[in-house]
């Protein structure tokens, strides 16, 4: 079960699956134009639900200025899986950039930024422990440097490509 932080009402602890879920969608849900996700292959645990697909399409229709960028560092998964996250992305070429992490990452964890004040993160890729924080502005600058590097080395993957026939 999650727990708030003895430091921030804003910060949660997670310890299970169901709460890493939970505040992935309480916190996509709350995007108000910009989300970043840095996944090694989306896990289907967390984002392969119809309320995650719902927020991403929401974010991304609301206004012209709206800014959705996934990144993967195994796209031949998230293809395997019909992730209906890749799906939306197919749909929406023009609103949600999806590409394939070319450079290691540093460090074990995964994240998302949403807008320029919340972050949701998973310490390691086989945990299920992390943190929500919806007031996170230094967190959120920090991490948005990670993720501009990666995006900046970051190239298009033909399987994560709609097929048009």
Known sequence: MSSISQTSDKLYLLDTQEDMTEHLIKALKQASNR????????????????????????????????????????????????????????????KIGIQKITAEPQDDYEFVIIDDNKIWLQHKEDTYTGFANYDARPEVKRFEVVFNDLWKNSQEDARLRRLSL
């Open 35 to 94: 989300i970043y996700i840095f996944s090694r292959r989306l896990n289907p645990l967390f984002f392969n639900h119809e309320e995650i697909v719902e927020a991403l399409s929401s974010t991304a229709r609301r206004s012209h200025r709206s800014d959705i960028k996934i990144l993967v560092e195994r796209p031949q998964i998230v293809v395997e899986v019909n992730h209906k996250v890749l799906k939306l992305a197919q749909r929406l070429p023009s």
